[in-house]
């Protein structure tokens, strides 16, 4: 099935926020986000795969994006890591700050739960699903997740 | 409530128009790419089990062929040792039907036909890029392929020629693979691997390197695309062209040591340096030397294909005078390098 100007011009506007965001949750680098963003729907374009509904392709970009980023990450060598730190976003003015900082300490194997959790609204189960995950390993990286942001955040500024 | 923050937070994080534009060119262009592909030759499994799957069947078939007619021999020979005439009808019989048995076995190992077809893609692309070819290359091949037959149809050789020169690996002939280098004897198997996100060279970044290669933007007439060849570990490229001037055989060697940048960020500042991009050249013997920008750098050797002669200077100044190089992007400039 190919796709034609209008529904790859409208996919991207649906999806593209959603891996975008998921993205930078993730690699929280701007340069690397828009390297996965790209590669993600070039992937939609060469893999071609069918959707039963909305939520499924949702969901797929979602597991795409993830395993993207994870890829990407370990590929990166340590001196890349800090390399990349110049690339990466300034930070919040305000509350915001802090939560990014948390965001930035947080280890990178929880960010993509945290994301699809408080931000997608997705509840463990459906993380589970869309990750290949088992539902008790979302939740417990969630706990770890809520526990490490709390704890960075001067003992519950935040109400994690 | 660090949800309502969170999302705070990401609410203002959107992709930018510009992504979303360079996003949607580069899918029209995979998507356009993916059309305008040729099939897939016939990977190695395929092409190993075909012939085997067809050779068991043909050994089976002529296998209860025989059990077959041995069995039915039997029956005749009951039957006729009844009547006294076994040994007439059996020599009657018996030689026609091994003979037949014979031819058929022979006729088994068919597993040229299926190489000569997925070779055959590569002849008419190498046909048309390399031309003639360097003896170094015939390693290896022919010990690929112990089942040939001398005694085959004059057709399969004729197709096996240009793999003999060109490849190594019987999977795909437009792609050598030692541990450090990858050698594709067609721009069009580069450019596959590109597309496929294959090119270990440049692993997620392929198109930073598609939009800022280095290639030549004029060359001697009757110019014969070789070898490109791209370096795992760094990326770095080369390329090799043949072509003929005052009835001797000249090779090229353009090697390119340029940086392929890592991020999209990266590329697109590069891009936008280009405008003001310095080339600068040099020359010194048969070489010609550019810099493009700052730390991009080009040799192009030439030198007398397949000998040690020195060329003379005007040879030299004539044949290079006929060579430009540019840097842009090759998804544009298919047609023009791979005539």
Redesign the interface.
């Known amino acids: 099935m ?2 034609t ?1 209008e529904q ?2 409208r996919i ?2 649906e999806y ?2 959603c ?3 998921l993205a ?2 993730q690699l929280r680098n ?3 986000a ?2 996965t ?3 993600v ?2 992937r ?3 893999s071609k795969p069918e959707f039963e509904s909305p939520a499924h392709q949702k969901a797929w970009f979602i597991r795409v994006t993830a395993n993207y980023c994870r890829d ?1 990450q370990k ?1 990166h060598s340590r001196r ?1 890591l800090a390399l990349m730190e110049q ?1 990466q976003q300034p930070a ?1 003015p305000g ?2 700050a802090a ?2 900082a948390a965001l930035d300490a947080l280890p990178e194997k929880y960010r993509t739960v ?2 699809l959790y ?2 997608e609204g997705y509840t463990t189960e459906e993380i589970a699903h869309v990750l290949e995950m088992n539902a008790s390993t979302v939740r417990s990286s969630l706990k770890r997740a ?1 526990k490490r ?1 709390k704890d960075f955040m001067e003992g519950g500024k ?3 | 409530m660090f949800e309502e923050q969170y999302r705070k937070l990401n609410q203002e994080v959107k992709p930018s128009d510009a992504l979303n534009e360079e996003t949607f060119a580069l899918m029209k262009e995979a998507q356009d790419h993916r059309a305008a592909m040729p099939p897939k030759p016939l990977r190695w499994k395929p092409a190993v089990l075909i012939p085997a799957a067809g050779t068991v069947a043909a050994v089976l078939v002529a296998t209860i062929l025989l059990a077959f007619w041995m069995s039915d021999r039997n029956v005749n020979k009951e039957a006729f040792d009844a009547v006294g005439n076994l040994d007439e009808i059996i020599s009657d019989e018996e030689e026609p039907s091994q003979s037949e048995g014979q031819e058929q076995t022979e006729n088994q190992p068919d597993t040229e036909p299926e190489d000569a077809e997925s070779s055959g893609t590569s002849v008419d692309e190498n046909q048309s890029f390399s031309g003639s070819s360097a003896p170094s290359d015939d390693d290896g091949k022919t010990s690929e392929n112990p089942t040939k037959d001398p005694a085959e149809p004059p057709a399969e050789p004729e197709t096996d020629e240009p793999d003999q020169s060109m490849a190594a690996d019987p999977r795909n002939p437009d792609i050598i693979n030692d541990e450090s280098t990858t050698t594709y004897t067609t721009i069009r198997a580069f450019l596959n691997a590109l597309a496929k996100k294959e090119t270990p060279g440049y692993g997620t970044n392929y198109y930073n390197a598609r939009d800022l290669i280095i290639v030549p933007s004029k060359l001697p007439e009757q110019t014969r695309f070789r070898h490109f060849h791209l370096d795992n570990k760094t990326g770095k490229y080369s390329y090799s062209y043949i072509f003929t001037a005052n009835g001797k055989e000249y090779f090229l060697d353009i090697e390119v040591d340029a940086e392929t940048p890592k991020t999209l960020r990266d590329l697109n500042v590069q891009k936008q340096l280009l405008a003001e991009e310095e080339i600068l050249t040099g020359k010194k013997g048969n070489q010609l030397f550019y810099l493009f920008g700052q730390n991009d750098e080009v040799t192009v050797t030439l030198t007398e294909y397949l000998s040690s002669t020195a060329l003379t200077e005007d040879e030299v100044a004539t044949l290079l005078a006929q060579f430009e190089l540019e840097r842009c992007s090759l998804a544009n400039y298919l047609i023009d390098i791979t005539f």
């Open positions: 190919a796709y100007d790859m011009r991207i506007a593209g926020p891996v975008y965001r930078m949750a701007q340069a690397d828009e390297d963003y790209q590669e729907f070039l939609l374009i060469r990407l590929k890349e690339d919040a509350e915001n939560l990014s945290v994301h408080y931000y809520r942001l935040a109400d994690v």
